[in-house]
């Protein structure tokens, strides 16, 4: 099955500095990568995804980018604020037509933005 | 809160007692994932369903869990004479299907066993 790694565990990153998250896949079926947000005591939510025939997609702070040769992937985040502190999943999956998908997550990323 | 709701919440049981959660994903998803998540680790697929058939179960899903989703709407997830290492946040997620890949979790059930 797919195992997805995650680094690193802790980051922190001065207000208005550039944090990066990456992660490795195993299964090279995989084709689809959701990066989640989780604040303490919430639910997690989707912030960005990529399906791998892009290499890079962006939205406004938030950037990721795909090398499917190497299966590794990345979450960029620039312009460091606050309330980006949270914890930061990356998750893998293979999708199907017609029918669900289970994703694989990483084992979290926490984010601390200090003043 | 038109959003996945689960309850409870909470729940706090014995060690060897029964426990069920509920999920109510958002209306018209008919694909409807559980994941369990414990403290430091991302979330853990354990089951999902398509409206109301169960496609695939995890091998975390012991013969002590069972889910259920009978009328392709709300699940249930029953953990039959739990233990200590039952303990963990249970979340829910739905996503629409038909090509559309977001799924949106639910807060959670956090299920501390004692």
């Known amino acids: 099955g797919e195992n997805v790694e995650q680094h690193p565990s802790t980051l922190s990153v001065q207000e208005g500095d550039s944090a990066v998250i990456k992660c490795t896949y195993s299964d090279s079926a995989s084709n689809y990568f959701p990066w989640y947000k989780q604040e303490l005591g919430k639910r997690p939510q989707l912030i960005i995804d990529?399906?791998?025939?892009?290499g890079e997609k962006k939205d406004q702070r938030i950037a990721v980018t795909l090398n499917k040769t190497a299966k590794h992937f990345s979450l960029h985040i620039t312009e460091t604020q606050p309330e980006d502190s949270a914890v930061y999943f990356c998750?893998?999956?293979?999708?199907?037509?017609?029918?669900?998908?289970?994703?694989?997550f990483g084992t979290g990323t926490r984010l601390q933005v200090t003043l | 809160d038109t959003g996945v709701s689960q309850n409870p919440r909470h729940k706090i049981t014995k060690r060897g007692q029964n426990v069920t959660f509920r999920c109510d994903p958002i209306s018209e998803h008919n694909r409807l994932y559980w994941y369990r998540q414990t403290l430091g680790q991302g979330p853990e697929f354990l089951t999902y369903f398509q409206n109301e058939a169960q496609l695939e179960k995890s091998r975390l899903l012991s013969d002590r869990f069972s889910a259920e989703r009978p009328k392709g709407s709300f699940s249930t997830l029953e953990i039959q004479r739990t233990e200590q290492g039952d303990s963990a946040m249970y979340l829910c997620?739905?996503?629409?299907?038909?090509?559309?890949?977001?799924?949106?979790f639910g807060q959670g059930t956090r299920l501390t066993v004692v």
């Open positions: 997620a739905s996503s629409l299907g038909q090509g559309t890949t977001e799924a949106f």
């Open positions: 990529i399906r791998s025939n892009v």
């Open positions: 998750a893998a999956s293979r999708l199907r037509t017609g029918t669900a998908s289970k994703l694989t």
